[in-house]
């Protein structure tokens, strides 16, 4: 683990402000934003994933019907969801970044294991592998309820509630929470067979869920999405969905990790291209911020090479 808390390209040093500047100049920026997305799929396709494949069977797949029914029309979107995000002019708010997201989770699993040629499933599985062994170690000694806030198009939400069915051998009840309606009608058209209790759109600051009611709340990849602000507000919300004695677990990039310190400019600049609220993330004191909402026995695992686990729990 690198002595530097965070990258030289995040926060108010030279280098960063270098690139934001570079960012918040339009023309610059479109150029980046098409260039990312083309190493992105080019990558992806070059290792296996079948991305235009798969954009063209969701297209097919009955989730534009499901929209208006999983739609909550109460909800206001916040400023800082409502951005370009991954090059999405919408951001999390359209059928594009619905139909890649599976495709774009693959490949990020890849990146994690440059070096060892591993197939994109092998390296899905280990990424929610080493996701779930942290759990095994840290976490609850049994879950009953579980809530996936930021699930997407629920591949967490499945792989988790797979994983304590099979290993507790007891019944598990898994929400997954988004605040994108096109996340979630993908997220419930691939799931064939009803495993997740509902998936529900809603804001992670404010789910209209009942107190104490999840022994597990998990932000996977969610919070490099986040201001501050609502990292923090996310965090309150999960300490009272918690039953005492409940876990909140995260897992997201981790800014102490020598790949994530030594990416080369190119993609470093590309990705923050990409991540409006990367600064925000990667100068954040994650761990402080979950002990100041109220959350005890706070541990960090680096979980694998370029993320951490942080895992905490509600005071009995
Ligand atoms: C990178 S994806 C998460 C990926 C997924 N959990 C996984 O591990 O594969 C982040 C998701 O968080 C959602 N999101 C962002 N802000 C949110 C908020 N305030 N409340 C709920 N979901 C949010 C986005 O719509 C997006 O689908």
Redesign the pocket.
Known sequence: MSDKIKPDWAGDDLLSRFVNVLIQTKPIYAVMKQQARQVLVKTAEKNGIPWRKNYEELEVSGAKERLESITNPSITY?DY?QVPFHAYEKG?LCWPAAFE?ESA?YAMALRVWPQESLSWQEAQARLRGSFHQVLATHGPKLVRDIL??????G???LTLHRYYQSSQGTPVRTVG????PY?LAVAQTQDVNGEIAQWLH????ETGLGDRSFDLVTL???IH??PRQ?TQA?FQEALRLLRPGGYLAIVDNNPKSPVIQNLPPVLFTLMKSTEPWADDFYTLDVEATMQAVGFENVVTVASDPRHRTIIGRKPE
């Open positions: 916040p969801y999390n997201a989770t996936d806030i930021g699930c997407s198009v591949i967490s939400t929470l988004d605040l994108s996340m809603a804001k992670g600051e996977q990849f969610l999405e986040l609502a996310i």
